[in-house]
C-alpha cells in the first residue's frame, strides 16, 4: 500500500501517518515496525472521499463503482511507467495522496482508524507528496537518514530533521515609542524589549523546509534536530544537548 514507506535498500521504516501543521502536501512518516493496511487505514473513507473528487456519485450519494474504476484503470494506465503500480486498490490509495487534496481537501486522519498504538512510534520524518518517488507501488526515500537518533527529550515522537544551511540569527530591538505603539506598557522596558529569532534550513525526509524559531538556538549546519509538535504548533526543540521551548 503506497502509504508505506522504504528507505533507499527497500527496507520498511514506516507509513504516512498524519498531517503536517499548516501545510496540505506535507506528510508526517511515523517511524516504525508497524505497516498501513486496512487496520490502520480506512479504505472506505478513502473510496468515497476519491469518488467525490472525481464526481464517481450517484443522486444518492452512493459511490458508482463502475464509474470509479473505468477512472482508476484509465489513470492508473496512464501513471504505470511512473508509480510502478498494477493494483487498482493501491491506486485507489495513491490517487487519495497524491491528487485528491486539489479536488476538496479531506485530512489524512479521517482516512486513519484510532487503533494505532503510538507507543510504538519512534518519531516522524516529512514527505512531500509533491515530490514522491514510487518503486513497485512503494514509496522510497532516497536520502540519507542518518540524522535520526536513539536520543528524545518527550513523551510524544519528535520530527527528526538536519539542519543544511548556515543558521542565520536576527534580534530586534524595540525602541519605547515602537513598544508603545505597538502595545506594550513600561514594565516591558525592563531589560526584556529584545525578541530573539533563529531562522533554519532544514531537510527531513524528501522535505527542505525554512524554520523560523522564536529562540536564539545555538546550531550549527550538519547539525541533526528534533522538533517536537503540539497541537498545530511546535512547542519545543532539542539540539545538540541543549532543550528549547517556547
Known amino acids: 500500500m503506497p502509504f508505506n514507506i522504504c528507505d533507499a535498500g527497500g527496507n520498511h521504516i514506516g507509513f504516512i501517518h498524519r498531517q503536517y501543521p499548516g501545510d496540505n502536501n506535507i506528510f508526517l512518516v511515523a517511524l516504525t515496525e ?4 486496512d487496520t490502520i487505514v480506512d479504505i472506505t473513507k478513502v473510496e468515497t472521499h476519491v469518488a467525490n473528487a472525481y464526481n464517481c456519485k450517484n443522486l444518492l450519494g452512493k459511490v458508482n463503482r463502475d464509474k470509479l474504476n473505468d477512472i482508476l484503470d484509465s489513470k492508473m494506465r496512464e501513471c504505470r511507467e511512473q508509480t510502478g503500480i498494477t493494483d487498482r486498490r493501491d491506486f485507489l490509495v495513491y490517487l487519495y495522496l497524491k491528487d485528491t487534496f486539489t479536488k476538496g481537501y479531506l485530512p489524512l486522519e479521517k ?28 514509496i522510497y526515500l532516497d536520502f540519507d537518514l542518518d540524522y535520526i537518533d536513539d536520543e528524545t527529550v518527550g ?3 519528535p520530527v527528526f530533521a538536519k539542519i543544511v544551511d548556515y543558521p542565520v540569527l536576527h534580534t530586534d530591538i524595540m525602541g519605547t515609542a515602537d513598544g508603545l505603539i ?5 514594565t516591558d522596558f525592563g531589560g526584556r524589549n529584545h525578541a530573539h529569532t533563529t531562522t533554519l534550513k532544514l531537510l527531513s525526509g524528501n522535505c527542505e523546509k525554512e524554520l523560523d524559531l522564536p529562540v536564539y538556538v545555538q546550531a550549527r ?10 497541537g498545530n504548533k ?6 545538540d544537548g541543549v532543550i528549547y521551548k517556547f
Not at 549546519?221 to 503540539?230: F, N, R, V
Not at 511546535?234 to 539540539?239: D, E, P, S, Y
Open 234 to 239: 511546535i512547542n519545543k526543540v532539542f539540539c
Open 155 to 157: 513523551s510524544s515522537p
Open 221 to 230: 549546519k550538519g547539525m541533526s534536530i528534533q522538533l517536537y509538535i503540539e
Open 111 to 138: 482516512a486513519m482508524r484510532d487503533s494505532i498504538d503510538v507507543s510504538k512510534i519512534k518519531g516522524y520524518l516529512l514527505l512531500d507528496i509533491r515530490k514522491i518517488k514510487l518503486r513497485d507501488g512503494k
Open 182 to 186: 505597538f502595545g506594550a506598557n513600561l
Open 34 to 37: 508497524l505497516e498501513a493496511d
